[in-house]
């Protein structure tokens, strides 16, 4: 199901691109200044917006793909503590248990699987930007 997603988000994407340059086109032919400058943004920001999704596509099957073979191997970090229902780990709980797997991380330096185990942990506990870094490094590991 999710390959359909990313089917649409890739045919979105160059959908998206086409419609851009060819607005672009459009806004520079009129030949005012303001619709030049309108056009040369286009030209500037389509790219840099198409960069930013397929660097987070990447991203996703990158993570995905380390996920499907830690669950594999039955290393995905099993479920300890009480969760709260909306399927996040409870705060009193969370410190512990990311201090927990920091340390096996930092302890493994150049193992992916502690890398992303911390990343998994880090995201049942609400904290996205810390579990992208890890799981960022995961990907990065497993590529050596």
Not at 1 to 27: D, E, K, P, Q, T
Request: hydrophobic share 55%.
């Amino acid at each position: 199901m999710s390959r359909i997603g990313v089917a649409l988000m890739a045919a979105a994407l160059l959908l998206y691109l086409a419609v851009a340059i060819w607005l672009a086109a459009m806004f520079i032919s009129v030949g005012t200044p303001v619709s030049i400058g309108m056009g040369i943004t286009l030209l500037v920001l389509a790219p840099i917006g198409a960069w930013a999704l397929i660097r987070e596509m990447m991203f996703g099957f990158g993570a995905d793909r380390l996920g499907r073979i830690l669950d594999a191997e039955g290393g995905m970090p099993p479920v300890e503590t009480e969760l709260t229902p909306s399927g996040r780990i409870a705060r009193a709980d969370a410190d512990p248990l990311i201090a927990r797997y920091t340390a096996e991380a930092d302890a493994a330096e150049d193992e992916w699987r502690a890398r992303y185990r911390l990343g998994v942990v880090q995201d049942a506990a609400g904290r996205r930007k810390d579990a992208r870094a890890s799981i960022r490094e995961a990907i990065r590991l497993a590529r050596r």
